[in-house]
């Protein structure tokens, strides 16, 4: 069974930084991608940012230029460091890996079946 738990969320004031962690076991994809999504109360999920098995990123444009996203193959984890952090970026964090798509399409949460139980991140001003 594919495995992801996300790991270093917690409460940090505006400005401040973040690192996630998503630990990823039980899934055999040579080519794959891995996400970063987040949902707010009364809030839809959104992507925040995606990054496939050659390394290539996107990011949503809410967070371009604070937040970065990598991963450690030999440890299969994915990263999310998250600077300059915003009370607007406050939310649930999950993470998520599915086999390899165009990243356009990996964006969007319904490209992925197989979710964390999710890290949060609180955001105080």
């Known amino acids: 069974d594919v495995q992801l738990v996300e790991s270093g969320g917690g409460s940090v004031q505006a400005g401040g930084s973040l690192r996630l962690s998503c630990a990823a076991s039980?899934?055999?994809?040579?080519?794959?991608?891995m996400g970063w999504f987040r949902q707010a109360p009364g809030k839809e999920r959104e992507g925040v940012a995606v990054i496939d098995s050659d390394g290539l990123a996107k990011y949503a444009d809410s967070v371009k230029g604070r937040f970065t996203i990598s991963q450690d193959n030999a440890k299969h984890t994915l990263y999310l460091q998250m600077n300059s952090l915003k009370p607007e970026d406050a939310a649930m964090y999950y993470c998520?890996?599915?086999?390899?798509?165009?990243?356009?399409?990996?964006?969007?949460?319904?490209?992925?079946?197989?979710w964390g139980q999710g890290t949060q991140v609180t955001v105080t001003s």
């Open positions: 039980g899934y055999t994809y040579s080519s794959y991608c």
């Open positions: 998520a890996v599915d086999s390899w798509q165009p990243l356009e399409i990996a964006r969007e949460e319904g490209a992925f079946r197989y």
